[in-house]
Each structure stands twice: as C-alpha cells, then as structure tokens.
C-alpha cells in the first residue's frame, strides 16, 4: 500500500541576512527537503524549507539575490532595506509554483512585511504533526484565534478526533462566544469531556495555539527543519 505523503513548504526567516541584488543572476529562494517527516493520523508530512533573508539591499533594478550576514553595527549599515511586499510575494509565488507543495506556512516576520493576518489558521497537515508529536495528552489547551468564526470548531474536531478518547478535559482561551457553546456541547455531549473557558491558556500540559503567527508553531518548525541534513532541491 502506497504510504500518503503531504508536503509542506515553510518560508523561514534568516535573522540579520541581507539578499544582495546582483545584476547576472536569475533569482529564486533556495528550498531544502528535510531530512525529518512529520507523521500525521493520516499518513506523513515532508518539510520544506525556503529560508526569507530578513533585508535586502541594492538598486531596485537588479534581478538576482545573493545571501551574505550584514556587518555586526546592522544599525549603521545604509544599503540594509526593509523588503518591498510585492517583490517578496514574487518571490515566495515563483518558489510555491516551482515546488507544488500541498501548503505552505510563512514565518510571523515573513507574514507581516506581506501584511498578512497571524489571526488566520495554520494548514491543518501542520497542526496534525504537532499534535502527533504530543499524543498521550490527558488534558488540553486551546488558543482560538480572536475573530475566529464557528466554522472553526470542525476544523477541531477532525483534527482532535484520534486523541478524544485519551483527553479528559479541554480549556479554550480566546475565540467568540458561540465557537465555546460549540465546543462545549460536542465534546462534553459526544466523548463526556470537560470544557472550561478561561482568560489565559497554558496551565495544562500541552498548548494548541490557533493563531498562525504564534510561537509554538514557530518553533516547532524551526525545530524540524534545523535538526537533521537537509538536501537542496533544484
């Protein structure tokens, strides 16, 4: 039986690398495969990694970028720019199209200069691999998304269903009203778990942040992706 196989491409953040423009080079982010799968209740998640230089400098009319670290004094450093949302986005969309991966997740900095909405989910084959890696959890915390919509609470249930029958108590921080009355009902009606609400998660031992830009997830990846030999794909 064919193993199912998604992928995942995350635009990380180089912190104080600066893309230098140069006039004979063709740009492309570099993307790696990395060595360590994610596993999901469905199959595996494969990483990959297209590491964002946090500035660029040089004439606009230049074609090509080329990584190298900025001076220690980064401060002092006049060519240092702040990257232009549209020739970032050109970027990352010829990098997708070059990959096909089956999503992508964007670094909160990467998010931003794009200017994104950390308020959005993350993709679902992300949040499955985090929690695999966390199963045997007797309790749980959730962080909703602060304008999260009811249609959230689907979302949570496919992804929570593998584990439900291991979890005895759930605690929800954020999120709108009627995303809790859901919550509530379903999981203390179907499985007999508690819900409780509360102003501030992270009592329990393991956290599911909903936010994309939060940095749990953050981390995680960087964990992934760091760990390991990871092979550049042309």
Not at 53 to 76: C, H, I, T, W
Not at 114 to 130: K, R, S, T
Not at 167 to 179: K, L, R, Y
Not at 221 to 227: E, P, R
């Amino acid at each position: 039986m064919k193993e199912n196989v998604k992928s995942l491409l995350y635009f990380g953040l180089q912190d104080k690398i600066c893309a230098k423009r140069r006039r004979w080079d063709i740009y492309s982010l570099p993307i790696y495969r990395c060595a360590r799968r994610g596993i999901t209740p469905n199959g595996r998640l494969q990483y990959y990694y297209a590491p964002v230089p946090e500035f660029y400098v040089g004439p606009d009319g230049y074609k090509g970028l080329a990584s190298y670290s900025l001076p220690e004094n980064q401060n002092r450093y006049r060519g240092r720019h702040e990257w232009r949302a549209e020739k970032l986005r050109e970027y990352l969309q010829e990098a997708i199209e070059r990959l096909k991966p089956d999503d992508y997740y964007l670094h909160p900095t990467v998010r931003r200069i794009l200017g994104g909405d950390n308020d959005e989910l993350p993709p679902l084959p992300l949040l499955e691999a985090m929690l695999y890696e966390k199963k045997g959890f007797p309790s749980l915390d959730i962080i909703l998304p602060k304008d999260s919509r009811t249609g959230v609470t689907d979302t949570l249930i496919s992804l929570l269903t593998p584990y439900l029958s291991r979890i005895n108590t759930i605690t929800v921080a954020g999120g709108e009203e009627g995303v809790y009355q859901e919550l509530e009902e379903y999981f203390n009606e179907e499985y007999g778990i508690v819900v409780n609400r509360t102003k501030r998660a992270g009592k329990t031992n393991f956290v599911l942040n909903l936010w994309s830009g939060a940095e749990e997830t953050r981390k995680f990846l960087d964990t992934m992706v760091k760990n390991g030999y990871n092979t550049k794909v042309n």
